[in-house]
C-alpha cells in the first residue's frame, strides 16, 4: 500500500525558515485531500495545511501568511514551506494523505518530523 515519508525537520532559530518534504510511494492516483499536521506534548494534534487534488489549499489561523502548502506530482510529494518560524511552532509534524478506494478512503500517515524552533 501507500507508505509516506516526511523529511527537512530540524532545529532553527525564531525567524528561520523550513522546508518539509512528504514522498508517497505506492498508488497514489486517487488522492481526496493532502494535509500538513502538527502535534506539540501535551497539545492535540493541530492541522497545519491542506491541499486538495484541484489546488485549493487552507491553513490554521495561526500559519496563514507564513506557511505554504505545495505539491510536484511528478515526484509524489507534498511540501511544505514554513517562514518566520516562531517558537509556538515546535513540534513533530505529519503528512497525511487521504486516498479514494472502491468501498471508502484510507488515511495514510508518515512517522513525522520534529521541528525545533529556538534561540
Known amino acids: 500500500q501507500v507508505q509516506v515519508v516526511e523529511s527537512g525537520g530540524g532545529l532553527v532559530q525564531p525567524g528561520g525558515s523550513l522546508r518539509l518534504s512528504c514522498v508517497a510511494s505506492g498508488s497514489t492516483s486517487r488522492i481526496l485531500g493532502m494535509y500538513w499536521y502538527r502535534q506539540a506534548p501535551g497539545k492535540d494534534r493541530e492541522l497545519v495545511a491542506s491541499l486538495s487534488p484541484s489546488g485549493r489549499s487552507s491553513y490554521g489561523d495561526a500559519m496563514k501568511g507564513r506557511f505554504s502548502i505545495s505539491r510536484d506530482t511528478t515526484k509524489n510529494t507534498l511540501y511544505l514551506q514554513m517562514n518566520n518560524l516562531k517558537p509556538e511552532d515546535t513540534a513533530v509534524y505529519y503528512c497525511?494523505?487521504?486516498?479514494?478506494?472502491?468501498?471508502?478512503?484510507?488515511?495514510?500517515w508518515g512517522q513525522g518530523t520534529q521541528v525545533t524552533v529556538s534561540s
Open positions: 497525511k494523505l487521504t486516498l479514494d478506494h472502491d468501498v471508502g478512503y484510507s488515511d495514510y
